[in-house]
């Protein structure tokens, strides 16, 4: 045989220059590494065997394929429409404004009525009348007979409370536990507004989606309809005040401009400080978010409280309020207070804030928290308030020595404010709310009726089995109109009623806005009213509301919109669109979806609420329309498997309560029979859901094929499949028996992520969306459990046309157990192309580590099972930094601005002892004693015993939660990698891997060789790090004030004002017992 001599020299030629490559490229680390331990096309092997086995089972068990071709069928038959981003935010404005119009003319209505019972009413200080009090209803003495005050009320459960036992005929009446409930100012007020149940049940025959009504009274009882029993705390107490309510307050005043001054001289030692501090937190819960203030400590110098915030005012936002509120307890009395420097200071920052623009630009306020005053300081009122007194002075006398109340009195009568003395503790809150009505005194005289929406609250009345119900409240002023009272602006109280912010959801057809679309409302000062985003709640089991939740701001959501264009559009109450590309974070924080969104806003006429909608491009921008008669539609639609979202609104079944007890398919069943008018419907909707139903049904008898087929599924390993369509409509099959379920949350209402919400498709169905078309995800929910408990899930998309612009139609899966996904993808490992059937590697391997990750980096097999569902960088953090080094994974950054972190509280000093529950008896009895004694030692035996339980609390210490931000990566895959291999060097031993994508998955196989020590590398993990602010930066943060826009009427003054009506000292003497009541609902309530 003859060989060609070229040949071999170039044979040798090649094996000596493959030889020397290989040899260099084990010491190399690099991406290009080549020499490699683990053979890449054995892992590629085993990849596409697995690969090729699970889009088998997924495929065969979801249908995907027989939707993808019954969706075909019907491709001639829809019109695929492009979303018209402003005009449908338009029209959910104008939908919402509708809504919010009924609400505001419920509460008129109850204006006119109580104004009208009030100028017909002639008070009578001897009058006695019985009326229910909400907390002795239905109460029996030791004889078995009704108390006063209480009697025989018929309570039911209703099912629009809530399942509240109510009283839908009658209201109640709610008295705080300080004050007597049979006072003749109260038993008057109570009488005349007996006039209002009439409308109560008249508003809400009009209006059935109507859920609390209320009257607040300035006097301090609070009406409440529909009737329900109040009960205690278990101190016996009921704390809640109707007055400093932040819609009372918001009603009966306009926004104002406020400056504390706390008198820190030597005189104010020991309990008088203690009155002082909690005083100007009382003052402090009377502001809102449209208010301004800042707190002035004085002695022979000035002290601002925050140092940071010389020479400005902070808006009155929970947060600020807050931090003020820790800086209080710093405060420690000496020397001698200079009242005219303070007053001096006061007026030239209410000034100069004033000129700035940046304020409330409407009242103004001093308000003077002192035990004395030697002047009445009329020059300085001469120079900077008179003639025109636009700056109210509001003095609070502290302590029982009145040596000073006239010159204060001067003081406020002088300068249109109010005088009142504070001698204990319990005369606080009570003395405070004054001020309140003396700013209302202009709204009253003008007779504005100026209807106010409040933020976003907690109601934990109406839990609906999901934790407290968000909630705005529309609330509107009551004024006295008798003619005799005009010039004295007599504020009788604020009528109100709440609406739930799901209310608004329901305005919102979700089909509409795609698959990650979703509607955010915010207020004039840019907080949410309502985001998908928003979490107010905390915590594991019974959730707890977050310090801070009513005032998260739209920047701490939207956060990629660095200039807060679109927050500060909105705020101005423009109309418009806005583009920005966004990370939006899924699967409680652990996954990241990057989108591209256009956002369409405007203002909702009426309130101080602007809307917004956000559209993603691509498939997010797209919808169709289908058609098939109703017949068919309605007899697919009633299959046993077939189900709509709980939370979405085909038919309004709450408007009317003939229609609350019916289910949406029964609803729809009676619209489309035309039987009842006054059935509400989304005639759109309704049309596209039969569609679906009628497209979607083969896959009933496709299913209960497969389950009737013994010969397949016969290990049980794929348990559900399930799909669900662009309208809200889903249809489940279990192929085993409900009690072998592995994980029998998911789809149910437990599984909030994984099911349609009022704001949100299916986690699985939105990953599934943005998969490209044809193949499947799987994932390992995080909420799956132990280890019998864990299940894989499998989905997929359906498009509706193949190309770009196509809307995505449905998604499909199936969920299996854990221990199936595992077994198939440890035998497609085991599998090798060697001719004698030695495989050169193997997973069982001692030295080989084989892990299956997903595009997000989360293991859902590996060989420690304890790791399954870790990120993988956690198991191995130096294979995952060469990974992100090389590209096949990226890291995305994400921030957090509503995180809570725990911190180490190590003292608590006197401001706090005072405040908590945990003292406040102990600090009650004291004060007691001291009264008996406070002519001798006012000042030391208090401080001594307070001190005393301080340190107490200083050796304690506990840890706690505060809002903090944060920001934590998250990982995803590099789509356009599809395999990878590389070599670390771990102190000169080199570690090898190969990384391989799953076809047709978003899954990746990754082999590692184990025989290096690479402990060198610190694993990388996805722990969230909060920021610290250095000094300087957390100043910035507290004067940064971003856009808002001021309310639209403002009040400050009117020229009939009667100013003389100006306070006078405490001539109360309350009774031991009511002291020590009133003592305790304070400290407890704090």
Known sequence: ??????????????????????????????????????????????????????????????????????????????????????????????????????????????????????????????????????????????????????????????????????????????VPTNMYNKDSAIVNGVYWSEALNKVFVDNFERDPSLIWQYFGSAKGFFRQYPGIKWKPDEHGVIAFDCRNRKWYIQAATSPKD????????????????????????????????????????????????????????????????????????????????????????????????????????????????????VDTYDAIFAKYNWPDRKVRIFPYLIGRESAFADNLKWMACANKGYFTQISTLADVQENVMEYLHVLSRPKVIDQEHDTVWTEAYIDSTMDDGQGPVLMTTVAMPVFSTKN?????????????????????LKTIPKYKLGIHGYAFAITNNGYILTHPDLRPLYGDGKKRRKPNYSSVDLSEVEWEDKDDTLRNAMVNRKTGTFSMEVTKSVDKGKRVLILHNDYYYTDIKGTPFSLGVALSRGHGKFFFRGNVTVEEGLHDLEHPDVALADEWTYCNTDEHPEHRYLSQIEAIKIFLSGHDPNLQCDKGLIQEVLFDAVVTAPLEAYWTSLVLNKSENSDKGVEIAYLGTRTGLSRINLFVVPDELTNQDFLTAEDKEGVFNADHFPLWYKRA?????????????????????????????????????????????????????????????????????????????????????????????????SLTGTFFGEAEGAVMSKLLQMGSFKRVTLYDYQALCWVYSESSDSGHTLLDPYFAFFSAVKWILTEFVIFLVEFNLYSWWNSDLTSKAQRMGRTMQVPCDTEYPAFVSERTIKENMGNIDCDGCFKSFVIQQIPSSNLFMVVVDNKCDCSMFEPITMDPIEIMYNESLKCERLKMQKDRRRPDTCHP???????????????????????????VVVLLTR
């Open 258 to 373: 406020v400056v504390i001054l706390v008198d820190v001289s030597g005189s104010m030692k020991g309990l008088r400080l203690t009155i002082a501090r909690q005083t100007v937190s009382s003052i402090l819960d009377t502001l809102g978010d449209d208010d301004f203030f800042n707190i002035i400590a004085y002695n022979e110098e000035l002290h601002y409280v925050e140092p940071c915030l010389n020479g400005t005012l902070v808006q009155a936002d929970v947060t600020n309020k807050d931090h003020f509120r820790e800086h209080l307890d710093k405060l420690f009395a000496q020397g001698i207070g200079m009242l005219d420097i303070a007053l001096t200071e006061a007026f030239n920052l209410l000034s100069d804030f004033n000129q700035t623009g940046r304020g409330s630009e409407c009242s103004q306020a001093i308000m003077l928290v002192t035990d004395g005053a």
């Open 484 to 504: 005799e009272t005009r010039n004295r602006g007599i504020l009788l109280g604020v009528v109100g009623t709440d609406v739930p912010v799901s209310e608004l």
């Open 1053 to 1079: 003054f009117h020229p009939e004002e009667n100013s003389m009506e100006c306070g006078g000292a405490v001539t109360l003497t309350p009774s031991l017992v009511a002291t020590l009541l009133c003592i």
């Open 1 to 174: 045989m003859q060989v060609d001599r070229s040949c071999v020299a170039s044979s040798a030629w090649f094996t000596w220059v493959l030889l020397l490559f290989s040899t260099l490229s084990t010491r190399a680390t690099g991406v290009g590494g080549t020499h490699q331990s683990i053979p890449p096309s054995v892992v590629k092997l085993w990849a596409s065997a697995f690969g090729g086995e699970m889009k088998s089972i997924s495929a065969k068990y979801s249908g995907s394929q027989l939707l993808q071709k019954k969706y075909k069928e019907f491709e001639r038959a829809v019109r695929v429409e492009e979303i018209d981003g402003l005009r449908l935010v338009k029209r959910l404005a104008e939908n919402m404004e509708e809504m919010f119009h009924k609400k505001a003319q419920a509460m008129k209505r109850l204006v006119e009525a109580a104004e009208e019972a009030h100028l017909q009413h002639d008070e009578d200080p001897n009058l006695q009348y019985e009326y229910f009090n909400a907390v002795l209803i239905n109460e029996v003495d030791d004889k078995g007979n009704n108390v006063e005050l209480g009697g025989e009320f018929i309570l039911q459960p209703n099912d629009h409370f809530n399942n509240l036992s109510v009283n839908l005929s009658l209201s109640v009446v709610q």
């Open 769 to 865: 969306a943005e998969q490209v078309p044809g193949t499947f995800i799987y994932s390992l929910p995080f909420n799956s459990g132990s280890e019998n408990k864990s299940v894989v899930l499998a989905s997929t998309a359906i498009q509706l046309l193949d190309e770009r612009k196509s809307p995505i139609a449905a998604a499909v899966g199936i969920q299996m157990k854990l221990e199936f996904f595992q077994r198939k993808f440890w035998t497609a490992s085991r599998q090798c192309a060697a001719l004698d059937g030695k495989c050169s590697i193997s997973c069982d391997d001692e030295n080989i580590n084989c892990y299956l990750i997903d595009n997000n980096g989360f293991v859902l097999v590996a060989e420690d099972y």
